[in-house]
C-alpha cells in the first residue's frame, strides 16, 4: 500500500471514495465543500487503485488541525487501513508543527478513533441527522 498526499484541491481519487462511502452508502448530501480546496489530501493505493483517503487543515476556529472525511473502500475494512492512513496523516501534520489534532468523528466510530487514542469533548452533535463528537489526540 502507498499513501500519496496531495495540496492542490481535493484530487478525483479521493472524490471518488468519499462519493461511494459517504454519498452512495451512508447517504449524506453535503459531502464535498470549500475546505476542499486547501485541505491537504491523502489518498491510499493497493497498486493503481485508490482504497482510502483523508484530509486534513488548519482549524481557525479551534485553533488547531484537524483530520476528516476519512474513508475506506468497503472490499478493503478490516485490514486496519483506517488506522494507517490516520498515522500517516497525523505523523504530516506533526512534521509540519502541530502539538495536537481535532476530528468530528461519527459517534458510532468514535470507539475506531478512542483506539487511535482520541479522546471525546463537548457535547455531541448532528450533522446531516448523524450524532457526530467532537476528539481530540495529543501527537
Keep these: 500500500m502507498e499513501i500519496k498526499i496531495f495540496k492542490n484541491g481535493c484530487p478525483p481519487q ?15 448530501v453535503d459531502e464535498f465543500d470549500e475546505v476542499d480546496d486547501f485541505a491537504t489530501h491523502f489518498v491510499m493505493y493497493d497498486g493503481e ?28 475494512r478490516g485490514r486496519h487501513l483506517g488506522e494507517e492512513i490516520m498515522f500517516f496523516a497525523e ?33 455531541e452533535y448532528f450533522d446531516q441527522y448523524c450524532p457526530h463528537i467532537a476528539m481530540r489526540k495529543e501527537l
Design 14 to 28: 479521493a472524490m471518488e471514495i468519499r462519493q461511494t462511502v459517504f454519498v452512495d452508502e451512508q447517504k449524506f
Design 91 to 123: 505523523n504530516e501534520l506533526k512534521n509540519n508543527g502541530a502539538d495536537f489534532v481535532t476530528l468530528s468523528a461519527q459517534t458510532r466510530a468514535s470507539g475506531f478513533y478512542k483506539s487511535l487514542g482520541y479522546e471525546p469533548y463537548g457535547e
Design 49 to 76: 487503485r485508490p482504497i482510502a483517503c483523508a484530509r486534513a487543515f488548519f482549524d481557525t476556529k479551534e485553533n488547531a488541525y484537524h483530520i476528516g472525511r476519512v474513508a475506506v473502500l468497503k472490499d478493503y
